[in-house]
Structures are given as structure tokens and as C-alpha cells.
């Protein structure tokens, strides 16, 4: 079936208020956080250990959106808890679903900010690409969220809120089914993996997105393997052996460069921590071994880095760090600098990066129809004010 691009504004109903006061949230926090919460509600000390665990298993093993599902907890603490928090994940302002299956969503925060999330489902696996800040502060040329000037850091319950609600919207919690199966993964599981490669620079909002990894790795909970999270930075160095240590996901790293005067102009940071650094921290990244590789994202730029000599540079610059590589095509926004490499020398490139030994780098550009792809997420909001200003229609 050829699947149409569609776009649906979503209210979230569940808007919660007491009083004209919105409720705390608890879905989207730690152990820690949860217990706090159970104890400023008169939870006595010596229950608190089980209660956080109750909730732990209603909130992320089994998705619950309201505590009157949580039938093991007494009815009069549900109702407290009921009064004074929710379990409403960030509000959903629209949902595009591409011609490939590719789904993002435009959430807004408790202040009113955008960020997205883009689920990209395959035959055996779906991959949810989650936002560590809303835009960012770092200004890479090729990048759409580089020109976005508006940046703060999500918070950890904002970064596992995203989680939360891709789960909810694929029906992705036991016993959910999903609303529209066409292109879900085969499998019990429909997100699989979760990269941190949507809006932000991660190692910039270290301590939140550590604890939003270490509540997305929990195994009594939503037990996505650190194998299977994936952090990628522009390679802020000092953060690189401290993510290992306190993290330990796996790695990508967006070199896009083999020589420092055009990565200089590329990631502008480069300048601050150029190749040589960068891939120091690479080589000593905590638990680098061949079944645990740091990927290499390179983006193919036309005439600006995809030349032969730019592939065999590349190739002898990994030479001695367990790698994978993998090749963007460049995904154009409006007004971009750049134009994607052209097919032919793309394939040309990822030959002799093949012949290295390395399998199928090219990565295949998904979502492109609705904006979702690498690079190219950007505050909605934003771009309308923007038009707005300028006096045209909304983007
Ligand atoms: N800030 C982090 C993570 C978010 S960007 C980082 O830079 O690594 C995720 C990936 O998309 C990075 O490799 C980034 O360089 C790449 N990217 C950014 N803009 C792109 C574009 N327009 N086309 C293709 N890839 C892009
Ligand atoms: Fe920020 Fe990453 Fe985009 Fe660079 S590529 S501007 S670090 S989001």
C-alpha cells in the first residue's frame, strides 16, 4: 500500500489542573525524584523503597496514564497522588507520519518550547531519535538546528517524556495495540533502539541526559539496553571519557572532516577540540573492543568533503580505533549552504570505504517528505514566528 503523508494536530485531553494549578508529572523521573514525591505526600520512610517500586512497574513497564490502573496500590494513596501529580507525558502538537513510516512529532513543554522526536521503524528494528536540548548552541554549518538561536536544556523527565509518548502513540506498552500497524517492526518490541541524534548537543546537558539514559537502560522498567542507546556528539572531548564512565552507551561521533581547516568550518567547536583530541578521547572511550564500536557519521557534502582522497584520508584516520562509518547523505533544509554529494560519488566514496572493511555505510535518508531527518529538526513554532515576522505564511 503506498502510504501518504499525512499530518494530525493533536490536544492533549489529559491536560491536568487542579485549581487552575497544573500537577507534577511523574512519568519521566528517577528512583530518586519518585521517592521524594511519595515522601511530600506523607508516604511513611519505610515503605517508601516498595511503593517507588509499585509505581516504577505501573509507570514504565506497563505505560500506566492514570493511577487508578495501579490496582496494587491503596485506593486512598491513589487518590493523593491522583490530587496532587499526573502521569502526563510533553503535550503532542502534531504528528507527520512520511511515505516510509518515518513518525515526528512536534512537542510542546510545560514553558511553552518545541522540540521533536522521530521514530523511524524497520523490518527488524525501530529506531526512536530523541532531543537532548531544544535547538543548540553549537553552529554547524550543514545543520538546520544550528541556526536556531532559542536553547535550553531539556530536562531528564523531558527526555524520557519523549520515550514515553512514542510508546504510547505506536502502541508500543504490553498488551497496547497500535493504531496503524503498516511498517511497525515484526517484533514484540516496536522501539528497539534509541539514538540521542535529535535536536541539541547531548554532552552539553551531561547530567540530565545521563539520567534520562540511566531510567530509559533500567531493567525493571523500560530496559532499553545501553547497547542499544546511542549518544552522538560534535565532540565536546572532556565529556567523552566522563560519558563512558557514568553512561557507558554506546558512541557516535559527527567527524564530517579529515582535516581541521575544514572541519574548523564545518563544526565550528573543532576549533576549540580539533581531530587529534577528539580521536585521542575515541581511543580511550570506556569499553571499546570490536563488538563495541564508536560510530563515525560523516556527512556527504558535494564538493565540500566527498572526494577520493577525502574517503582514503578517512579510512587510514580510523585505521587503529574499532569503528563503524556511517554516511549521511546531506538532508537540504531551506536556505542551506550545502548540496548533497551526488549519488555516484557517494557510492564511489563508500567503495573505498567498504573495501576498508567496513559493511554498508550508507544511511538511508528516512523521512525527508515531513522534515524528520538528521539534521534538519527545527522548533515549528520558531520557523512560524520567523515567517511571521517576515510577513509570510507559516512554514
Ligand atoms: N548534536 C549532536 C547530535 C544531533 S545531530 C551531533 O552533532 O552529533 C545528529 C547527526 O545529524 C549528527 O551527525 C549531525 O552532524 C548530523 N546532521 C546535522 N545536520 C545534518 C544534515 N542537514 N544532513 C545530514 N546530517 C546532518
Ligand atoms: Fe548542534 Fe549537532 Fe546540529 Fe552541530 S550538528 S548544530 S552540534 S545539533
Redesign the pocket.
Known sequence: MQRTMTTTALVDPRTATVEGATRESLAGLGREALGERLASIGVPERQLRMRVSQLWGWIYVRGATSFDHMTDVAKDLRQTLAARFSLDRPEIVSEQVSVDGTRKWLLRLADGKDVETVYIPEEDRGTL?IS?QVG?T?N?T?????TQRLVRNLTAREIVGQIMLARDRIGDWPGAVPDDPAGLPSGARKITNV????????LYNFDNVRDACAIAADGAGLSISKRRIT?????IVPEIPRWGDEAGTML???L?AVRDTLRDEL?PINKKWPIRALLDACRAYPGLSNAKRITF?Y??LKGVNDSIADAKALVKLLAKIPAKI?L??????PG?P?E?SDWEQIEKFAEVVNRAGYASPVRS?RGRDIMA?????KSASLKQRASERLGGAPA
Do not use: K
Not at 196 to 201: K, P
Open positions: 531519535c537532548s543548540c553549537l554547524c550543514f545543520c538546520h538546528t544550528g539514538v540521542l541524534m535529535g535536536m541539541g548537543e547531548p549518544l552522538s556528539t560534535s565532540g557516535a561521533i559527527s564530517h563544526v557519521e556527512v556527504m556511517n549521511i547523505p546531506f538532508n537540504p533544509w542551506a550545502y548533497c535518508p531527518a538528521c539534521g534538519q529538526l
